[in-house]
């Protein structure tokens, strides 16, 4: 079967720690040489104030607040810049506290139509316990897995992250029509030893491979979830 | 303890903003797998309730048995969402090959680099040739012996729903190495050699 690409797909980085959210206009990336100053005099800056600064620009959305820094590619962009921007600012950030990271990828895929999209629903959750105690048509609107012990889809192994864990979401999309929603979250505490430089090293050598795994994730699960009982 | 999701995970789709699931009519089955389109689509669901919990309860009595109103918390801070993953009116980009490369040679009209495959990396590099044209302008001063850039292939749909197989070159921006980073290394270099030359 061949592989599904999602019609709409964005990726974000999220870093949890003790920033100072007033560093992250615009400007600073312009001068650090993560921006160019075209993309840069074309942000919207949402706002910027001591507690939290967020802006977009044609590639990215930058969101940082005193505990977390989040930055998403736009939807369908390409999402290996965002890696260079994150991995940039923070190796110039070199001193910032940090506590975990996490690598996410969102991604919208549609189906053969209502039937398929039921489907779905259906055999991740079959309906027989809810329907004998809930009235109306009980269905499912939101379902995590999470495992600390690794992937068989090859990618994620617990031994070379030890207290990481992966997540997967589902959840019917509010976005295409009869289309499934599937999100990825790779966590990554952060190490005692300088646990910024290690979160950084796992950034840089883990996101191809963590953006390219969610795509198979997403696939196993829909060509299972699609396939004849 | 209750279980809660990694501090690192966003909250999923973005707020319902669209009427997907409108021209899905009023259909019913018997057994919905996703739930009740039309009704219940996702585009519809009610906003999840949010209650703001206080840790006492507003309403106590003292020793003596007289009422005691403890201070009700009067403002709450929501965290702004972060828009993931959503149509946003734009066309769409579906990549379907992604390269990294590393400028090999420069010349006036155009520059050579090895390529890497990033879709399958198992796949050997590979070398190119790219007409200087292919670059935009912002990037061109990026282009020198030794950058590195993506080179993607793929398919635009636009908002009108035609088809457009695109390759587009972007060159990466990495952080100028500081003054402090150098000195780190020529230190870590000058550590090697003395090492190398103790072992000989």
Same mark, same amino acid.
């Given at each position: 079967?061949?592989?599904?690409?999602?019609?709409?797909?964005?990726?974000?980085?999220?870093?949890?720690?003790?920033?100072?959210? =007033?560093?992250?206009?615009?400007?600073?990336?312009?001068?650090?040489?993560?921006?160019?100053? !075209?993309? /840069?005099?074309?942000?919207?800056?949402?706002?910027?104030?001591?507690?939290?600064?967020?802006?977009?620009?044609?590639?990215?959305?930058?969101?940082?607040?005193?505990?977390?820094?989040?930055?998403?590619? =736009?939807?369908?962009?390409?999402?290996?810049?965002?890696?260079?921007?994150?991995?940039? *600012?923070?190796?110039?950030?070199?001193?910032?506290?940090?506590? *975990?990271?996490?690598?996410?990828?969102?991604?919208?895929?549609? &189906?053969?139509?209502?039937? /398929?999209?039921? =489907?779905?629903?259906?055999?991740?959750?079959?309906?027989?316990?809810?329907?004998?105690? &809930?009235?109306?048509?009980?269905?499912?609107?939101?379902?995590?897995?999470?495992?600390?012990?690794?992937?068989?889809?090859?990618?994620?192994?617990?031994?070379?992250?030890?207290?990481?864990?992966?997540?997967?979401?589902? !959840?019917?999309?509010?976005?295409?029509?009869?289309?499934?929603?599937?999100?990825?979250?790779?966590?990554?505490?952060?190490?005692?030893?300088?646990?910024?430089?290690?979160?950084? =090293?796992?950034?840089?050598?883990?996101?191809?491979?963590?953006?390219?795994?969610?795509?198979?994730?997403?696939?196993?699960?829909?060509?299972?979830?699609?396939?004849?009982? | 303890?209750?279980?809660?999701?990694?501090?690192?995970?966003?909250?999923?789709?973005?707020?319902?903003?669209?009427?997907?699931?409108?021209?899905?009519? !009023?259909?019913?089955?018997?057994?919905?797998?996703?739930?009740?389109?039309?009704?219940?689509?996702?585009?519809?669901?009610?906003?999840?309730?949010?209650?703001?919990?206080?840790?006492?309860?507003?309403?106590?009595?003292?020793?003596?048995?007289?009422?005691?109103?403890?201070?009700?918390?009067?403002?709450?801070?929501?965290?702004?969402?972060?828009?993931?993953?959503?149509?946003?009116?734009?066309?769409?980009?579906?990549?379907?090959?992604?390269?990294?490369?590393?400028?090999?040679?420069?010349?006036?009209?155009?520059?050579?680099?090895?390529?890497?495959?990033?879709?399958?990396?198992?796949?050997?590099? !590979?070398?190119?040739?790219?007409?200087?044209?292919?670059?935009?302008?912002?990037?061109?001063?990026?282009?020198? &012996?030794?950058?590195?850039?993506?080179?993607?292939?793929?398919?635009?749909?636009?908002?009108?729903?035609?088809?457009?197989?695109?390759?587009?070159?972007?060159?990466?921006?990495?952080?100028?190495?500081?003054?402090?980073?150098?000195?780190?290394? /020529?230190?870590?270099?000058?550590?090697?050699?003395?090492?190398?030359?103790?072992?000989?």
């Amino acid at each position: 079967m061949s592989d599904r690409i999602p019609h709409i797909s964005s990726s974000s980085i999220v870093v949890v720690g003790s920033l100072n959210p =007033k560093i992250f206009q615009p400007e600073w990336f312009v001068r650090q040489h993560l921006l160019s100053t !075209e993309e /840069a005099e074309s942000a919207q800056i949402r706002v910027i104030v001591p507690e939290i600064a967020q802006f977009e620009t044609e590639q990215f959305g930058v969101q940082v607040t005193l505990d977390r820094f989040i930055a998403t590619s =736009k939807p369908n962009a390409n999402y290996a810049p965002l890696r260079d921007l994150v991995l940039g *600012a923070f190796s110039i950030l070199e001193h910032v506290p940090v506590s *975990a990271m996490g690598l996410n990828r969102h991604m919208h895929f549609p &189906l053969d139509g209502e039937d /398929a999209w039921h =489907k779905v629903g259906d055999k991740l959750v079959p309906k027989d316990l809810w329907m004998d105690a &809930l009235e109306g048509s009980a269905g499912l609107r939101s379902l995590f897995i999470t495992t600390a012990r690794g992937t068989k889809t090859g990618g994620w192994r617990e031994k070379e992250f030890p207290g990481a864990c992966y997540t997967v979401r589902v !959840e019917p999309s509010s976005q295409i029509p009869f289309g499934v929603y599937i999100e990825t979250n790779e966590h990554y505490p952060a190490s005692a030893q300088e646990p910024l430089r290690a979160l950084m =090293k796992i950034l840089g050598e883990r996101w191809d491979e963590c953006q390219n795994h969610a795509l198979r994730i997403a696939n196993h699960i829909l060509n299972w979830a699609e396939s004849a009982d | 303890m209750p279980y809660e999701l990694p501090t690192t995970s966003l909250t999923g789709q973005n707020q319902p903003t669209s009427s997907a699931f409108r021209q899905s009519g !009023e259909a019913t089955v018997p057994i919905f797998g996703f739930g009740e389109p039309g009704r219940l689509g996702a585009s519809q669901f009610p906003p999840l309730p949010e209650t703001v919990k206080s840790s006492e309860d507003p309403l106590t009595f003292d020793q003596a048995g007289h009422l005691r109103v403890r201070p009700v918390p009067t403002r709450v801070s929501l965290r702004p969402s972060v828009p993931v993953a959503s149509r946003d009116h734009a066309p769409i980009l579906l990549t379907r090959q992604l390269w990294e490369g590393t400028v090999t040679e420069v010349h006036k009209e155009d520059f050579v680099a090895r390529l890497n495959d990033r879709t399958n990396p198992n796949n050997p590099d !590979e070398e190119a040739t790219f007409d200087l044209s292919e670059v935009s302008a912002e990037d061109r001063e990026l282009v020198v &012996l030794g950058s590195a850039f993506y080179w993607i292939i793929g398919t635009v749909i636009t908002l009108a729903g035609k088809h457009m197989n695109i390759s587009m070159i972007q060159f990466r921006r990495l952080p100028m190495w500081t003054s402090r980073a150098l000195d780190r290394a /020529a230190e870590r270099a000058e550590h090697l050699r003395r090492l190398f030359q103790a072992s000989e």
